[in-house]
């Protein structure tokens, strides 16, 4: 439908403007006399010599006079006479209404050439019908003004006449060039029982009054007659302030009249107001309306007989209204049961929207939306199943669901089906129909029938490039549901905004993550690199004094006894010793060597450094606790460095060992099912790990330990060796409270791991 200012609509209105020149005119002689009514220094002899001046219209005068109730007509012979007695304003509206009566009835020749009656008729509006409400108006507006003379002492009742019978002449004129168009208006505007003018705006882009205000202007009719035809029908408040307002009120009133009584046929499918609401609006005496309206019918066949028309009696003018009154309340009976059972639906909507919208109080997801959809329209139409189609966030696959007729999610899946959302709507529009490829893909993801999908309507909830949802449905959508499709679109528009919202914190989240990870990294290679600086000088300068000082101990233990001299002995080589450890640990802590990969066969290095470390211990009469090595599935042979992995997994187990408390120690070797990742982990039953502790264990020189049993360095030296065989190490609270954790987990163990680590690195880089 064309907006108010759409440039196309304006050019419309100016083409039918334009064709308003064509129409045929009445006589020269008769639009003489139009222009004369408003023209109070007029002579009778004017007058008269102007209908002298055509033999027709001086006939036409000298018949009508004859017919007139005064009595006068056979003694009246002259044109002079007839002015005279009759007066030359009843004159002047008696030779207008039939020249009047005879323009409103003509066609154009073009309308009639090959036409038959029943073609004619079947496209234009009812001249005749029209004709009669015009001249009901007349005869109303002029009775208003003779019964309220005291506000109208300045109006002569025979101009109220040719204003009221000239105030419809815009309906004339647009059945002349557009009989189609307006016969339409008239239909539409009778079915829905409204204004006429509002409906040929609607289907026209003009209404009857502009263009009859145009015509007007063309005949040169008088300023009182062009702004009654435009003006008129409208409330006074929206009238402009005009030297002609009364006049506008008078014939607005009378077509108020004519309407309510049925006179005629206007077109009009308002309701007519009732004399009391005329009254007021107008300020005239509603028992003085009423009187008018009582008489109008005689007045109306009265004066059809005067005019020399078919002079149809009251009584059956009475009972054709009354036919038309009938037809009328058929029609207003059918708009009520229409407009009840739209409210019927407006509240069936209603109701299921307001239970639509207290299942989404929380924040639903997009398939959630479209679960609530599917019961809501459940609600309001037999129940049906229907098919969701959801795409969220860029992804390739759509999400598919189907939901059978009692609201339940009977099946869901996700297929690609060569849907493209942003294709979902074209020009601002949303599809009607899905391409017949995409259906079958449809149909088969969900194991339906082909037939059974082609059948669905698709409804368009929301689409975009980076997303989309559709409902199929066999629901018989119409305006009423209005509200509750666009209730449906913004519920789904802001579930999956909300989802693509969501996500995009969580990437954010997740980089913001990576790149605290990448700093702590970053700044942990630049200590490791001053720590490697630092622990290479003390190497240096430090191993060669502990290397004399170990040696020296030595030969003097050997040159004792047994005694409190050989023991301090001891404790020195033991102190160098110790000494020598930590500036080793720190220096493959800051600078650890290049691994060597190569095949290793873990269920065999394990149960050796197990052996290796019970030896040890024993060695020096430290007690020993059982270990338990547990293996779950075939272990393929492993891509390690094996001496440094077996350095990294016996450091685990000698803190598993030395543990407060613990008893029994595990040592579990598996494989991921979901990601083939390698894990190695070592349990201890102990006391446990506080969390002071737990957050400090594998920062060098730290430890929980009484001082002198071991460098601080041993979980360092772990993760650093993890790090280099790109894993990753933890260190766990065990279950209860009771005993720990340490895990190993490597991505990279197998051969082929190792080709697309290198593959992925190489593209990176």
Not at 378 to 396: K, N, P, Q, S, W
Not at 479 to 495: F, H, L, P, V
Not at 503 to 532: H, K, P
Not at 648 to 659: D, Q
């Amino acid at each position: 439908m064309p907006t108010v200012n759409d440039p196309t609509r304006a050019k419309r209105i100016e083409l039918i403007l334009r064709e308003v020149d064509t129409i045929p005119t009445p006589s020269p002689i008769a639009l003489k006399l139009l222009s004369l009514a408003s023209d109070d220094g007029a002579e009778v002899s004017e007058v008269v010599s102007l209908i002298e001046s055509d033999p027709g219209m001086t006939a036409r005068l000298l018949g009508l006079c004859r017919r007139s109730v005064t009595g006068l007509g056979s003694s009246v012979t002259t044109v002079n006479r007839a002015v005279v007695m009759l007066g030359m304003d009843a004159v002047r509206a008696m030779l207008l209404s039939v020249d009047i009566h005879e323009f409103m009835l003509a066609r154009r020749d073009e309308e009639l050439d090959g036409a038959t009656d029943d073609a004619q008729d079947e496209v234009h509006i009812d001249r005749m019908g029209l004709w009669r409400h015009a001249l009901a108006v007349a005869c109303a507006s002029e009775r208003i003004v003779q019964t309220h003379a005291e506000r109208f002492s300045d109006v002569k009742p025979d101009e109220a006449f040719v204003c009221g019978l000239l105030h419809d002449i815009g309906k004339i004129a647009l059945d002349l060039m557009l009989p189609r168009s307006s016969w339409k208006a008239v239909q539409l505007a009778q079915r829905r029982g409204e204004s006429l003018a509002s409906i040929e705006k609607l289907l026209i882009g003009i209404d009857h009054t502009l263009v009859g205000k145009r015509l007007a202007e063309r005949w040169n009719l008088p300023e009182l007659i062009r702004d009654v035809i435009w003006l008129h029908g409208r409330l006074p408040r929206a009238i402009p302030d005009l030297p002609h307002k009364r006049m506008i009120g008078v014939v607005s009133a009378a077509d108020e009249i004519a309407r309510m009584m049925h006179v005629g046929v206007s077109g009009n499918g308002a309701m007519p107001m009732s004399l009391a609401r005329i009254a007021l609006t107008w300020g005239f005496e509603a028992e003085k309306l009423e009187q008018i309206a009582v008489s109008l019918h005689t007045r109306v066949s009265v004066r059809s007989g005067q005019l020399g028309m078919d002079q149809t009696p009251p009584t059956e003018l009475l009972v054709q209204s009354l036919g038309v009154a009938n037809r009328t309340l058929v029609q207003l009976n059918d708009r009520h049961r229409k407009r009840t059972q739209r409210q019927l639906q407006l509240e069936t909507t209603l109701k299921s929207l307001q239970g639509f919208s207290a299942a989404l109080m929380e924040s639903p997801t997009p398939m959630d939306v479209m679960h609530r959809i599917a019961e809501s329209g459940r609600a309001m139409f037999d129940g049906e199943r229907v098919v969701g189609l959801l795409r969220v966030d860029d992804a390739t696959a759509w999400s598919l669901a189907l939901i059978d007729e009692d609201g339940r999610i009977r099946r869901t899946t996700h297929a690609a089906i060569g849907l493209d959302s942003a294709a979902l709507h074209t020009d601002g529009r949303a599809v009607e129909e899905l391409p017949g490829d995409v259906l079958r893909r449809i149909a088969d993801a969900l194991s339906l029938e082909d037939s059974d999908v082609k059948k669905l309507s698709p409804m368009v909830l929301h689409s975009n490039e980076h997303s989309g949802a559709v409902m199929l449905h066999a629901w018989r959508l119409d305006r009423e549901r209005g509200a509750a499709i666009a209730a449906w679109r913004a519920a789904m528009s802001a579930a999956l905004e909300r989802e693509r919202a969501d996500r995009l914190f969580e990437d954010v989240t997740e980089m913001n993550r990576e790149i605290v990870a990448a700093q702590a990294r970053a700044s942990e290679i630049e200590s490791y690199a001053r720590l490697g600086e630092l622990s290479a000088g003390a190497a240096h300068e430090m191993n060669n004094p502990l290397a004399v000082i170990s040696a020296r101990a030595q030969l003097l233990r050997e040159s004792m006894q047994p005694g409190p001299h050989r023991d301090a002995a001891d404790t020195i080589v033991s102190s160098a010793k110790r000494l020598s450890d930590l500036v080793a640990g720190l220096h493959f802590v800051a600078s650890p060597p290049a691994i060597k990969r190569k095949a290793v066969d873990l269920t065999d290095l394990l149960p050796r450094m197990i052996r290796k470390v019970r030896q040890a211990r024993s060695e020096v009469g430290l007690e020993t606790i059982p270990v338990r090595l547990m293996v779950r599935g075939p272990l393929p042979p492993a891509y390690l460095d094996g001496a440094l992995f077996s350095v990294a997994v016996e450091e685990l187990v000698l803190n598993a060992m030395e543990a407060p408390e613990s008893h029994h120690v595990e040592l579990h070797v598996q494989t991921d099912e979901e990601d083939d990742r390698l894990m190695v982990s070592v349990q201890d039953d102990g006391r446990g790990i506080p969390p002071e502790v737990l957050a400090h264990a594998v920062d060098p020189f730290f430890s929980s330990k009484d001082a002198g049993r071991r460098t601080g360095m041993g979980l360092a030296k772990v993760r650093r060796i993890v790090e280099l065989h790109g894993g990753r190490f933890q260190l766990l609270p065990g279950a209860d409270g009771r005993g720990a954790e340490a895990r190993i987990t490597l991505d990279a163990w197998r051969p082929e791991h190792l080709k697309q680590s290198t593959t992925t690195a190489s593209a990176a880089a």
